[in-house]
């Protein structure tokens, strides 16, 4: 193999190539291994690559069976199987919970029934946990997805004064998309290649795994990626689709706000395997109006598994950050319905977030970013000024406490994910990172058990994949973060130690972590059946408002961009610290003489405007030495400092591997 040639390249923000300084690092590539110019997923022939080819297309009864429609007679009686769950539920609840709570008064929770909760919540999530507890194969799980998502439209009846915008799609070419991730991981892959070890998806080597998940310290080498071994066009393009959801004015009751220019990028939950942004559109519509007239969301329809495994979606979050912030971007075509929505959008008034499955990959978005693309791009992107995990799953091998209990309350199926160290059970992380090979055979599963094993048991401990068990130094340099999880939340410790973490790598950042007492897994879809529900919207929203007021601080202290001050009974100074500015509360000014008639005093009264952040009711928070603003929400909405669950150095020590890797040194 000849000796590496120096690459004199970085990608720009549009896609094409610019001359480095003097003073840029050099990328070093292999002879013929990195060319900027030809079209990395396919061959000369115009054909993709070997791994993509080596495998047939599902059958017809396969690809039903993804599309969610049952027909063999397992999936039958599955449909029989839930129906008498479902019934037995309600049997249970009205003649053995309703009574025991009726003698103690309604002060003492059951096994179905929280006290705290009404009737009708107790109802819904006793018929929805029996139902769950059923599912067993991928064609349930996407029949169920299809019966949720046509149910919970409903509450779109509920919400006024929203536009909607479905269908809305573009063409994404792949191989422009990964330049900066394959620019950036030239020097990782060219060391395997130089030492000989094998990183061919069809026959990997030991090495190849390992530099999935390199060793800790400040000074990590970046994780290398994995390539997609999902289906693609044989002109190496796909495409993606989402929808707009934008707040308008309310003619009858005006908001007196400033029109918002937020565009918030939203992921959906799903396990990474069903639900669409249809089963989030109202959940986004009451968030754009609780932060103002003229919030926009994108809700993006990013490809699922286990049809397109890891990384994909990562890759489809990062051509619509480039479809909402750079439209002409080379890497994307739109049509003329994608161009209609005032594109492009200022990066600095760019919100990301997701609930579960899409928490966790709005939080490996950022990890995308900040370590795969910003080093190999220039400029650089402008990161978004805030994100929102609802319940995000950032421990994918199951490992914490929390994700182990079979708490009733608790209501989504799992196993969610298994231990690295055990091969036993059906779980929603394996369709993720391997796909399912009785249904879409590709390069990770189509070899065998053991194959596949390999496979999931060393993507399960990438940074990208379980951001919670990233080694040292992986999550520094991210945003203002705002996590929301709840005590009958399974992923509450995923949760919990993530933020931890998050808090420790970035101590100049705005760190906290909501949790909702006697709530559920993303209790924010369900409005309708909590008012915690609305309560955690409102504060996503006054964060959003808190995040955007610390850009514009830290942009007026540096001097650089434009932001429109905040009205305030005292100026801010660059001198004055960020912790000061949030301490200080405007407050209402009354003029000098006091003893003027009622009406004179009205005259003269100057109303200063309190941003909803800074009200007196938003907690700051408990700070744990990690720099995190740790709250407890009760279902009133008071707040008070403090944390729940298991202790963070437990979580710490639950990571599986750490102990063997321990061992084996």
């Given amino acids: 193999m000849g000796k590496p040639n120096r690459l004199q390249t970085l990608y720009s923000r549009s896609g094409t190539d610019v001359p480095l300084g003097e003073k840029s690092p050099a990328i070093h590539v292999a002879n013929g291994a990195f060319n900027p110019q030809q079209k990395p997923d396919i061959n000369q022939n115009g054909n993709p690559p070997p791994y993509q080819r080596q495998f047939p297309r599902p059958s017809i009864f396969q690809r039903a069976l993804l599309k969610g429609i049952p027909h063999r007679p397992s999936d039958i009686f599955f449909i029989f199987r839930v129906l008498t ?24 929770s059951s096994k179905q029934y929280p006290a705290e909760w009404t009737w009708w919540s107790s109802l819904f999530f006793s018929v929805l946990r029996a139902c769950g507890s059923k599912v067993s194969t991928m064609a349930q799980v996407r029949f169920v997805g299809h019966f949720i998502e046509h ?157 397109s495994p890891f990384p994909a979606a990562i890759h489809d979050a990062f051509a619509a950050y480039l479809y909402l912030t750079e ?87 799992g196993p969610v994910g298994i231990s690295p160290l055990d091969k036993n059970a059906y779980n929603y992380a394996g369709y993720y990172l391997c796909g399912e090979p009785d249904l879409m055979l590709n390069a990770r599963n189509g070899f065998g058990v053991d194959r596949r094993w390999e496979w999931y048991s060393h993507l399960v401990q990438h940074p990208l994949v379980s951001a919670a068990h990233s080694v040292e130094g992986t999550m520094a340099g991210l945003t203002n973060t705002l996590v929301h999880t709840a005590t009958h939340d399974r992923l509450v410790d995923d949760s919990r130690l993530y933020a931890h973490r998050l808090g420790l790598e970035n101590p100049g950042r705005l760190t906290r972590i909501e949790i909702y007492k006697d709530m559920v897994h993303v209790h924010q879809v369900l409005p309708l059946l909590f008012k915690s529900a609305q309560i955690a919207i409102n504060n996503l929203a006054r964060f959003i408002e808190r995040s955007r007021y610390i850009r514009d601080e830290h942009e007026r202290s540096s001097g650089n961009g434009s932001t429109t001050q905040l009205k305030s009974s005292s100026p801010v100074t660059p001198t004055r610290t960020f912790a000061a500015v949030l301490r200080k509360v405007p407050v209402r000014e009354s003029p000098a003489n006091q003893g003027e008639e009622e009406e004179e005093v009205a005259k003269d009264v100057k109303v200063v405007v309190v941003p909803a952040f800074m009200q007196p009711t938003m907690v700051r928070g408990k700070s744990a030495g990690d720099g995190v603003e740790w709250v407890v929400v009760e279902q009133n909405g008071r707040e008070t400092a403090g944390d729940e669950g298991t202790a963070i150095d437990i979580l710490i020590n639950a990571w599986p591997l750490r102990t063997q890797n321990t061992k084996e040194e």
């Fill in 85 to 108: 769950a479902a019934l037995w539920a309600v049997i249970r609840l009205h003649c053995f919970e309703l009574p025991y709570h009726f003698l103690t008064r309604f002060k003492k």
């Fill in 151 to 307: 149910m919970i439209q409903i509450e779109n009846y509920f919400i006024k004064n929203v536009k909607i915008t479905r269908g809305v799609q573009f063409k994404v070419n792949r191989g422009i998309l990964l330049r900066p991730e394959r620019a950036t991981l030239a020097v990782v892959r060219e060391e395997l290649r130089r030492k000989g070890f094998s990183d061919d998806p069809l026959n990997p080597s030991e090495a190849f795994f390992k530099s999935l998940h390199p060793e800790g310290g400040p000074n990590a080498r970046v994780a290398n990626m994995p390539e997609e071994v999902g289906s693609i066009s044989d002109d190496g393009t796909y495409t993606l689709k989402g929808e707009w959801i934008e707040a308008l004015d309310d003619p009858k009751n005006p908001d007196l706000r400033p029109r918002s220019k937020t565009v918030i990028l939203y992921f959906h939950g799903g396990a990474h395997v069903f639900c669409s942004p249809k089963t989030h559109t109202h959940m986004l519509a009451r968030l754009c109006k609780a932060v103002g007239p003229g919030t926009r969301a994108f809700s993006l329809d990013y490809r699922l598994a286990p049809e």
């Fill in 327 to 413: 439209p002409d971007h080379a890497a994307l075509t739109l049509d003329e319905e994608s161009a209609v929505h005032e594109l492009a959008v200022d990066p600095r008034d760019l919100v990301v977030g997701g609930d579960s499955a899409g928490g966790n990959l709005a939080a490996t978005f950022m990890l995308y970013m900040a370590r795969y693309v910003q080093p190999s791009t220039k400029p650089k992107f402008v990161l978004p000024h805030a994100a929102l995990l609802l319940s995000p799953w950032t421990d994918l091998s199951s490992s914490v406490p929390a994700a182990k209990n079979v708490d009733w309350y608790s209501y989504f199926p």
